[in-house]
């Protein structure tokens, strides 16, 4: 199965003003959930990494387009000329992506169709800078057992995970195929302890 990390880019900037796209941010990333990284995980608990020696392929991301990788998968660290500005996508397919059976073009493309498709629910987007119930957030992913929100200080959002099977057919082997219930070490994860949880706005 996969664990789909997201990450939310404002709450995120807000801890570390200094990264060096925080004060220029994309408006996409106002609005949206973008891509920590899609995790192979076993359904029983933990996960794999580091599964193989494969490098990774700067190559791939010029096909997939620098633009497209920065709006949905951003390093917000560095700046899209800084020479490390890829380290964030190679340590995902190092750590991560090896482990799944996809080629790194794959991984890469369906992560981005995964958040293009099932990203940002319409709760998170109609109460940007608002309060609101820790508990809606949850349904609004599918219900507390299907789902693991993370926070700043127990009521910031900062990140979401949701499990995936993973498909098992010919045509389509090795992604993700449908939203799970997340496994007990993921659910535990879970540190939004507060009723309420606030939807950080970039200034």
Known sequence: MYVFAYIWEAESCYENSSWSQCNSPQNFWEANFVIHGLWPQYSTGGYPSTCTTEPFDNNVIDIIGDDTMNKYWPNVKSNVTDPDYNS????????????????????????????????????????????????????AFGGPEMVSLQCDNNMYLSGVF???SMSLSISTN?????????PVDVQNEDNCSKDTIVITSFP
């Open 88 to 139: 964030f996508w190679q340590h995902e397919w190092t750590k991560h992506g090896t482990c799944s059976p996809l080629t790194q073009q794959e991984y890469f493309n369906t992560t981005i169709t995964l958040s293009k498709t099932f990203g940002t629910p319409e709760i998170i987007t109609a109460n940007i800078g608002n309060i609101i119930s820790t508990d809606q957030i949850r349904s």
């Open 162 to 164: 949701t499990c995936w």
């Open 174 to 182: 090795g992604t993700p195929d449908k939203q799970i219930i997340c």
